[in-house]
T-cell receptor, first 116, second 111 residues
Framework: DVKVTQSSRYLVKRTGEKVFLECVQD?????MFWYRQDPGLGLRLIYF???????EKGDIPEGYSVSREKKERFSLILESASTNQTSMYLC???????????????FGEGSRLTVL | ELKVEQNPLFLSMQEGKNYTIYCNYS?????LYWYRQDPGKSLESLFV?????AVKQEGRLMASLDTKARLSTLHITAAVHDLSATYFC???????????FGEGTQLTVNP
């Protein structure tokens, strides 16, 4: 089974702090994604990566950055956390086009971030 | 811009009843996904629909896709309490494209 692991299930941070959310997948997937989930808004794409050291902006990249130094790891960084970034953050992965790929995403358990 | 809308957003139903959740999307696409999310948990894949007319069934849930109408349905037969969850549909144009999610339908099945 595909396993996508997010390092922290619950975090509480203060406004202005730098926050790192880590995501690791064990299926050698090329594609990785970060979403945030808010009530009434569904899932919104923050950033995604098609390969190591590659990144592309999603729909709501402002206030976030990402890092993909290794294929299995995709990190989401909040340079200076703000209260409006309080949310559930979901990481997902899937194979690249050369793999057995239906386009389906495999999700991690989520990281619930509260910014005070 | 691809938009995905689910209807209804909230659904409260009694055990044993049938109901349908609708997922409409705005631009041409031939692949649609249904996910389930339990409270405090992540998203679990339910169905992957990859062509017009595709129909898939798992237990009391059946999903179908009509690409001409840009519509997918998730039909619940004889609901049971264990089906209480939030259901999301997501649409992608190709296997390599990003997915756009609907707002989710929060289903509560009452005894």
């Amino acid at each position: 089974d595909v396993k996508v692991t997010q390092s922290s299930r619950y975090l509480v941070k203060r406004t202005g702090e730098k926050v790192f959310l880590e995501c690791v997948q064990d299926m050698d997937h090329e594609n990785m994604f970060w979403y945030r989930q808010d009530p009434g808004l569904g899932l919104r794409l923050i950033y995604f990566s098609y390969d190591v050291k590659m990144k592309e902006k999603g729909d709501i990249p402002e206030g976030y950055s990402v890092s993909r130094e290794k294929k299995e790891r995709f990190s989401l960084i909040l340079e200076s956390a703000s209260t409006n970034q309080t949310s559930m953050y979901l990481c997902a992965s899937r194979p690249g086009l050369a793999g057995s790929n239906t386009g389906e995403l495999f999700f991690g358990e989520g990281s619930r971030l509260t910014v005070l | 811009e691809l938009k995905v809308e689910q209807n209804p957003l909230f659904l409260s139903m009694q055990e044993g009843k049938n109901y349908t959740i609708y997922c409409n999307y705005s631009t041409t696409s031939d692949r649609l996904y249904w996910y389930r999310q339990d409270p405090g948990k992540s998203l679990e894949s339910l169905f992957v629909l990859l062509s017009n007319g595709a129909v898939k069934q798992e237990g009391r849930l059946m999903a179908s896709l009509d690409t001409k109408a840009r519509l997918s349905t998730l039909h619940i037969t004889a609901a049971v309490h264990d089906l209480s969850a939030t259901y999301f549909c997501a649409v992608g144009k190709t296997s390599g494209s990003r997915l756009t999610f609907g707002e989710g339908t929060q289903l509560t099945v009452n005894p």
